[in-house]
């Protein structure tokens, strides 16, 4: 996951509690799948750009999201038994006790059809943000029962940076007590909030809670934090990260393969996602 450059003033680190964030808001940002059409990707994308987020439900069929979830599980598995940490992005909480990890993946056939189903959906709200993105983050966030969660902060400056686009899906339901992702509506263009001059508004949070399949856009400048995990079960987001070419942000480190760094564009995606694809050359122009 992407990790701004400087740590965040400790008054809006200060700002963890829960207590204001209600799942309930979350609805205002939320839009069907199937009602994204090209008529409304416009609509999506602007109110994308002014609250920093958008919801959409059932992006994904429960069987894509079922299938991917389990290869989410199995490489876990593999990769942790392996040891290698070039898998493994640099996340907070990583280090603690394995109840946080940032999992790079491959372009599995369970991955590719996840793409699939999501850029059909979202490539026209992301070009009408900005004509050309390149892939710039391919992984899973995966928690496990205990994880404290995370303070509040952002994954890239808000002074320094260009706008990248993060899609979580989730590829289970997301309940309050399995550690939804916490988000605060239009932080990512309030610059006196990110140079800690003032506090985070807690009144203002709204808690990602989720069904299989639903996806939430996420501008990186945007504060936000993992919640506890409080369940007995895992939670796993699958995440896909945008960005304008070659603008690579300060401080900043991709959780993806090397073999998958600054080759695949969003708008050559029906290539890269094609069964026999294999990542030999470049797809980004």
């Not at 209600?22 to 090209?38: Q, Y």
């Not at 890239?156 to 605060?184: C, N, W």
């Not at 993992?226 to 896909?240: K, P, Q, V």
């Amino acid at each position: 996951m992407w990790m701004t450059s400087r740590q965040l003033p400790s008054g809006v680190i200060a700002a963890r509690s829960m207590s204001a964030a209600t799942s309930g808001k979350l609805e205002a940002f939320a839009v069907d799948a199937a009602s994204v059409a090209e008529n409304s990707r416009q609509d999506v994308a602007a109110a994308f750009k002014r609250d920093g987020l958008a919801v959409v439900r059932q992006i994904l069929p429960p069987a894509v999201a079922e299938a991917l979830c389990s290869r989410v599980d199995a490489e876990l598995r593999a990769r942790q038994s392996e040891g290698d940490d070039s898998y493994f992005g640099n996340v907070y909480g990583y280090e603690d006790a394995g109840q946080r990890w940032d999992l790079k993946l491959r372009l599995s056939p369970e991955v590719k059809e996840a793409m699939r189903a999501l850029l059909e959906c979202l490539q026209g709200v992301l070009e009408a943000l900005r004509p050309s993105w390149q892939l710039t983050e391919l992984a899973a966030m995966c928690t496990f029962p205990s994880d404290p969660g995370q303070p509040v902060h952002a994954d890239t400056s808000h002074v320094y940076d260009q706008q990248v686009v993060t899609i979580f899906v989730a590829l289970h339901d997301v309940p309050t007590e399995r550690g939804p992702t916490k988000m605060y509506p239009r932080s990512h263009v309030d610059g006196e909030l990110h140079l800690g001059m003032k506090e985070v508004d807690e009144s203002s949070a709204v808690l990602c809670t989720l069904s299989c399949g639903d996806c939430v856009l996420m501008d990186s400048r945007l504060l936000h934090c993992g919640t506890a995990n409080t369940s007995d079960l895992h939670r796993f987001l699958f995440y896909t990260s945008w960005m304008p070419p070659a603008r690579r942000s300060r401080g900043s480190t991709n959780t993806i393969l090397a073999e998958y760094e600054e080759k695949l564009s969003l708008r050559r995606w029906q290539e890269w996602t094609a069964e026999d694809f294999a990542c030999s050359q470049s797809v980004a122009q």
